[in-house]
């Protein structure tokens, strides 16, 4: 027996932060990114509520200290509602404080109403029982899986993402490209989530680039903000479709590289695409007649986003091209040499990335079994 499941409730579309005017009633603690209070930006939610105390101290790759300092601010709030607004690492970090602070004796058994409001469109965490919190001293990510992190309450508001970067549009487009590719082919993915990767994949190739084009500014109207509200519905599917299927070797590298040279979670993703695609569809030469699993879903994946070719091979093949041509759209560094990692830096650390990847959670549902020497040989194609 299966099951596919998800508790959180999305609000979307232009004006659904006024679901907000629910909480008015309540003590709500608002956790987010510094810059979102400095821009100002935060007003449209605080705007929404009456009582309501923010704790600003979120940095990006949350680390465990922050958890910490946040349970403080939890504990001495008590609010009865927790709204996370900013990108993943706001998110992130809020689901950690309150995983940690819902432990406390203090709070043990009390319930609390938790919304997130995605500043960004690419982790997904909105929907997602995981959260990565970093430990800055080792150089490592830890991915915290639990599905009582998963938010209540999910706002993807549209206008909130209007004003983000170019570049940050682009870096968090490729992370969900890449949830989606991944939970397409995991060991646990089902037809459930297939139809939610596949709308999210489908998406992003259509919509990333016009979204990575936009002007950034605040309040485009509906129609010009048409990409970016698509993007931002994508980043949601495929974090619905990861939390179910759970995501694979592509997610253990990046969580070691980012961990160790702070390139971008998504654009560390990005760079290692082409190569763990290659690797997980395993095509030897010409004269194969079996496909692996994973080949067969990236050809049927191909096919149904109309890339398809005349057998598996040509079709994974065309998949890749279509990857490829996206980054180059969106101006997406294709190599870690091209993000200023000094070669040898990058060598010395091969041995630890591996090692981190080989024990990092989300390589147990990849479609093809890695080893130590796979790692190193993707490492070394993707420098
Ligand atoms: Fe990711």
Redesign the pocket.
């Known amino acids: 027996m299966e099951e596919f499941f998800n508790k959180t409730r999305i609000y979307f579309g232009s004006g659904s932060l006024s679901h907000l005017l629910a909480y008015q009633s309540q003590r709500c603690l608002v956790v987010a990114d510094p810059f979102l209070v400095q821009s100002g930006l935060i007003g449209r939610v605080t705007e929404q509520l009456q009582e309501f105390e923010i704790f600003d101290q979120v940095v990006p790759d949350p680390p465990l200290e922050l958890v910490v300092t946040g349970i403080q601010a939890l504990l001495a709030y008590r609010p009865q509602v927790m709204i996370a607004v900013g990108g993943g690492s706001a998110i992130d970090a809020a689901k950690a404080i309150l995983q940690f602070g819902r432990q406390t004796q203090e709070l043990k058994g009390q319930s609390l109403t938790f919304a997130a409001i995605p500043t960004t469109s ?2 997904g965490s909105e929907v997602t029982s995981f959260a990565v919190i970093t430990d800055p001293k080792k150089g490592v990510k830890y991915p915290l899986v639990d599905a009582a992190m998963r938010p209540d309450v999910a706002i993807l508001d549209p206008q909130l993402v209007t004003s983000v970067p170019a570049v940050i549009a682009a870096d968090t487009g490729m ?1 969900v490209l ?2 989606g590719l991944e939970a397409y082919v995991s060991t646990k993915a089902t037809p459930f989530t297939d139809a939610l990767a596949l709308q999210a994949i489908r998406d992003v190739f259509l919509y990333l680039p016009l979204s990575v084009q936009a002007k950034a500014e605040p309040a485009l109207d509906d129609a010009k903000a048409q990409p970016r509200a698509r993007m931002h519905y994508a980043s949601c599917m495929a974090g619905l479709a990861f939390d179910a299927a759970s ?1 694979g070797l592509n ?1 253990a590298i ?1 969580h070691n590289i980012g961990g160790k040279f702070h390139v971008p ?2 654009r560390a ?1 990005a760079i290692l695409l082409p190569h763990v695609v290659r690797f997980n569809a395993g095509l030897s030469d010409y004269a194969q007649r079996e496909f692996s699993p994973a080949a067969r879903k990236y050809a049927e994946l191909a096919e149904m986003l109309g890339f398809g070719g005349v057998s598996v091979r040509t079709s994974v093949r065309n998949l890749l091209r279509q990857i490829d041509r996206l980054q180059q759209q969106i101006q997406m560094p294709q190599r870690f040499r091209d993000c200023g990692i000094e070669e040898t830096q990058y060598q010395a650390a091969a041995e630890a990335v591996a090692t981190g990847t080989l024990s990092d959670s989300c390589i147990a549902t990849n479609p093809r079994i890695a080893d130590r020497r796979a790692v190193a040989e993707i490492l070394k194609q993707s420098y």
């Open positions: 690419g982790t992370d890449t949830h995501l997610h990046a979670h998504g993703n």
